[in-house]
């Protein structure tokens, strides 16, 4: 599986940006798709996650951030809300094969290249 995430770029706070990430392949229903996120030297965290049927958010984006999928097209998205300067990141999107959804990175097989998210105050 290869992913090619895109979308990031610059915004004030209280904006919002829309990622997306296309991936390769002909099982794209059987993964659990996931974004993270790792901010200038800190380490990478889990930003939400989803299957075909169950959702996970960090309790940091809960209520702002929505992921969604469509196994048609082979995408996963994930649209930022209120957007605050501590959302500032390098955002990557990750599959796992299966349909068990976690929140760790170490499970995630394929990892996207990353798209840099930077919210002004």
């Known amino acids: 599986v290869q992913l090619q995430a895109s979308g990031g770029g610059l915004v004030q706070a209280g904006g919002s940006l829309r990622l997306s990430c296309a991936a390769s392949g002909r099982t794209f229903s059987s993964y659990v798709m996931g974004w993270f996120r790792q901010a200038p030297g800190k380490e990478r965290e889990f930003v939400a996650a989803?299957?075909?049927?169950?959702?996970y958010y960090a309790d940091s984006v809960k209520g702002r951030f929505t992921i969604s999928r469509d196994n048609a097209k082979n995408t996963v998205n994930l649209q930022m809300n209120s957007l605050k300067p501590e959302d500032t990141a390098v955002y990557y999107c990750?599959?796992?094969?299966?349909?068990?959804?976690?929140?760790?990175?170490?499970?995630?097989?394929?990892w996207g290249q990353g798209t840099l998210v930077t919210v002004s105050s």
């Open positions: 990750a599959a796992k094969y299966g349909v068990v959804v976690v929140t760790s990175a170490g499970p995630y097989d394929y």
């Open positions: 989803m299957s075909s049927g169950t959702t």
